[in-house]
């Protein structure tokens, strides 16, 4: 449903919404055909991403949680895509992931993940990071087409997440 922009609110969100976070990751889930297009993430991750050192911001439309985005800060863990996209071990704590973005069937077409990425890339600025990675299935054609228009760049396909296909993308701030 096309929505005009200016009805779209976008705030952080916190652990309070978890609930609203799980709900669209499940319906997520309910309507692609392959599920291996998506990592699922358990409540526990979530809930993390919605504290700090993450970020998740949300865009609403009146009290409706329509799509989120989350900032991931790993560190030096192995969730630091950094290392995927050939960051030097002295920079990764420079890198943060674009973790999850997730938009409502209902309200696809309105541009909202490119919207939340960009919001979520003057997010990481200000945060003094210096790139942004993300993983993204082959399959999934629309999210590659809204990272490329972001700028992102393809650094390599390879298996992530217990074999799972990804490209990995990268974007320097």
Known sequence: MKI??????FKECGPEYIDEILHIQDVAFENIDDTAMLRKNSREMLLSCLSEPHYTLGAFVGDELAAFIVLYVA???PENLGRDAGI????????????????LPKYRGNGLQRILTEKLEDVAKTRGFKTLCCTVSPENIPSIRNFEACGYRLYQTKEKYDGLLRNIYYKEI
């Open 4 to 9: 005009p922009k200016s009805d779209f609110v």
């Open 75 to 77: 560190g030096d863990s």
């Open 88 to 103: 030097s071990e002295e920079n990764l704590a420079t890198v943060a992931n674009v973790k999850l973005v997730i938009v």
